[in-house]
Every structure is written in structure tokens, then in C-alpha cells.
């Protein structure tokens, strides 16, 4: 059958078709029409389903105006969106219950009415009213970890998942501050996420020095809320070393201390998904290469950055993961924060969330957002005057 036949048998059953009105009958149609000119079913349907007669007229459609498109309501989210770095629409509508009170506190109180559709938009409401204001991501950055081959005989794999239903259980990584080169001396940041909660606390070294290091984790040890029960690391030299080792054998709880698999980050999933929401984001990818910088950017990473990451900043975590054939299907919780999932969690004494709780009636989200803007630009004014410096030299 040619194509002037098959468009002659189309133009005779097309009417037909569409007289139809009960299922069955269709279905017979396009079998038939299928089987006769060897089309597939979806482009037999395309086909079916035009209409060639005359377009009847019909009265024009009024576009029903959303009521969450109200100017208020947007610039409050807009507001509190570029206050919490620009999340997805998900951890967005998480994160409104605990940063509207702070925004109301500092802009006026919004009517019952305005308040309660805000608290009640829908994650893709929320992606869709700020679509123009869509910012882009800078690129990816260098990575700087070097395998330490000489202790990897006594630091054991974890071959094995670990025991995820109570905190203590952190992996450990480090970023580069590099700029475009490894070379030289610059910054480093310690990322330590715990795998239960999430709760993260970064620092700076110089140079990524294993006395540096372990400072670092030792201080970090001292704010977070649970007691360290094993610590996992990359291959790198700054955590396979025999200070490390001392530290964590002398150590009073003698949390265990495994290393990764070389050359497979999704054993360290849970921390390196942290170095890019966290040192990535606040740093970006500059070269810091003064000392001075360090304590400025620990002074900000053990205050301002981790209450505000820790106390207002949702996350999600995977609940479920199975396989169905060759797709991987995973289903992820709720989003919480950090505090919210220690508040939950029956292994954290009472009186550490009674403390928890204190401090977190003590924050203010845009307050902490914006000693957090001034730190910055005192550390980025120095970073200036360094890069400055050494191209006079």
C-alpha cells in the first residue's frame, strides 16, 4: 500500500474513529488501522486524533491567576530563598516554618491569609515562582587528595555498612583552596559529617599538616553533640599518619578508625556531597594562599557557619534504595535539619537538646546570614591584598 492509499484509508476511518465512543470499538479502529498500514500504535494514534475540519470556535481561555503569584508572597520567598543560599524547591518548603518567624520579626508580620498560603506552597509552586530568579553554579574545582601508601596495611577498609541508627559515626575529608594549581602552600578545609544526623563541621589548615588536622578534630570533637564512635577517611596523607593513629588509639572512647577503598569517593558519599555544599559554597574555588587566613576562616566555619548549617539548613537522606531491573529506584525522607534529627534521636541525653534547644531560640537566621557576608569580605579583602602582592613580586 502506497502513501496516497494509506491517506485515503486514513481520511475514510478518521470519522469513524472519532464517532466512536466507546473504548472497545476504538481499539478495534486502530488495530485495524495498524495492521493495514503497518504504522506503530502511538504514531496510528497521532494520526487518528488530528482533526482536519474547520476549528470550531470556541470562547477565548482565561488564564486563572495563581494564588500564589501575589507580589508579597513572592518577595518573601524570594527573600528568605536567597538568605538560605538558594535551595531546591524540597528543602525550601522545609526550611519557611523556622525562617518566616525570623523574617517577620524584621519585616512586619504578614496577614493570617498571606502567612498560611506561604507555609502551605507546594515544592514545585515554589521552583516555579522563582524560576527567573535562577542563579548558576560555578564549575568544579581540583581535587588534591594523595594516596599514603605506608600506614594503609594498619588502617583497616570499611568493608562493611555501619550501624546508622545513632550518631557518632563521621567520615572526614579535606578541600583544596588552590585556585587553578596544587603547587605551593594554600588552604585546606576539614569536612566532618556524621552519616545519622548529618551534622557537619568544617575547618581550616594550612597545609593540610597532620598537628593541624588533628587540632581541627579535636576541637570539632569539643561542639558537636554526640561522642565520636568511628571516624572514616580518604587515603590521604593528612589522615594516614602515625599521629592520627596515636590520637585515635590513646583516645579515652577509642572511636575505630577505618579508611575508604583508593580511588572510590562514593565510599565517602555522605561527606564528599558536604565539601561541595559547604566549603565549595562559602569559598568557592580561590586560591588562599596566606596563613593569616586560617584562624579568619575557623572563626567563621565554628560559629556563624556551622549554627546556621546545622540549626536552619534542611538536607535530605536516603531511606530506600532497590533495584528493579536496570533502574536503581531510591526514596529519600523529608528533609530535616542537623538539630531537628538530634531533637529526634533517643540516643542524645535530654540535656544536651535542652541546651540545643536554648540556643537555637537564640538565632536568627539572617542575622547569622549576614555576619557571615562580613566575615567574607574581610577574608576576601585579604585574599586580594595577597593575590595583589604577589603579582607585584
Known amino acids: 500500500m502506497g502513501k496516497t492509499e494509506k491517506r485515503a484509508y ?36 497521532r494520526l487518528l486524533s488530528a482533526r482536519t475540519g474547520p476549528p470550531k ?35 525550601l518548603v522545609a526550611l519557611l516554618p523556622t525562617w518566616l518567624p525570623a523574617d517577620e520579626s524584621r519585616r512586619g508580620r504578614l496577614s493570617p491569609e498571606l502567612r498560611a498560603r506561604l507555609l502551605s506552597i507546594s515544592a514545585a509552586t515554589a521552583d516555579r515562582q522563582l524560576k527567573p530568579a535562577k542563579l548558576k553554579y560555578p564549575k568544579k574545582g581540583l581535587g588534591g587528595t594523595k594516596p599514603g601508601s605506608i600506614l594503609r596495611s594498619q588502617i583497616p577498609i570499611r568493608t562493611d555498612f555501619w550501624d546508622v541508627t545513632k550518631p557518632g559515626y563521621v567520615e572526614a575529608d579535606t578541600v583544596a583552596h588552590c585556585g587553578d594549581s596544587l603547587a605551593g602552600n594554600f588552604v585546606w578545609s576539614l569536612t566532618m559529617t556524621d552519616i545519622f544526623t548529618t551534622w557537619t563541621e568544617c575547618r581550616a589548615v594550612w597545609n ?46 577509642s572511636p575505630k578508625f577505618t579508611r575508604s577503598r ?25 586560591r588562599l594562599e596566606n596563613p593569616d587566613l586560617v584562624p579568619m576562616i575557623n572563626d567563621l566555619y565554628a560559629n556563624e557557619f556551622s549554627l546556621l548549617q546545622n540549626y536552619f539548613q534542611p538536607s535530605f537522606k536516603l531511606e530506600k534504595k532497590e533495584r ?67 603579582q607585584r613580586i
Do not use: M
Not at 470556541?58 to 543560599?85: C, F
Not at 581541627?216 to 602515625?242: M, T, W, Y
Not at 539572617?366 to 566575615?375: G, S, T
Open 208 to 253: 593540610k599538616g597532620a598537628q593541624g588536622v588533628i587540632a581541627q578534630i579535636r576541637d570539632v570533637e569539643s561542639k558537636i553533640p554526640f561522642d565520636l564512635l568511628a571516624f572514616d577517611s580518604d587515603n590521604g596523607s593528612e589522615f594516614l599518619n602515625h599521629h592520627l593513629i596515636r590520637y585515635f588509639s590513646n583516645h579515652p572512647r
Open 262 to 286: 583508593p580511588y572510590r569517593k562514593n565510599d565517602n558519599a555522605h561527606v564528599e556531597q558536604k565539601n561541595w555544599s559547604h566549603p565549595r559554597q562559602l569559598l568557592g574555588y580561590d
Open 10 to 45: 486514513l481520511d475514510a476511518i478518521r470519522d469513524r474513529y472519532h464517532a466512536e465512543s466507546k473504548r472497545a470499538e476504538k481499539k478495534g479502529i486502530l488495530n485495524e488501522f495498524c495492521s493495514v498500514c503497518g504504522y506503530v500504535r502511538k504514531y496510528a494514534i
Open 57 to 91: 470556535d470556541r470562547p477565548p481561555r482565561v488564564k486563572r491567576e495563581s494564588p500564589y503569584g501575589a507580589p508579597k508572597l513572592v518577595a518573601v520567598l524570594k527573600r528568605i530563598w536567597l538568605a538560605a543560599d538558594q535551595p531546591c524547591g524540597k528543602r
Open 324 to 390: 528493579i531491573g536496570a533502574k536503581i529506584k531510591k526514596r529519600y525522607s523529608r528533609p530535616q535539619t542537623p538539630y531537628q534529627r538530634v531533637l529526634a534521636c533517643a540516643d542524645i541525653p535530654e540535656a544536651t537538646k535542652v541546651r540545643l534547644a536554648t540556643v537555637f531560640a537564640n538565632l536568627d537566621p539572617f542575622a547569622l546570614k549576614a555576619a557571615i557576608e562580613r566575615k567574607l569580605k574581610a577574608i576576601y579583602k585579604l585574599v586580594l591584598v595577597t593575590s595583589a602582592g604577589r
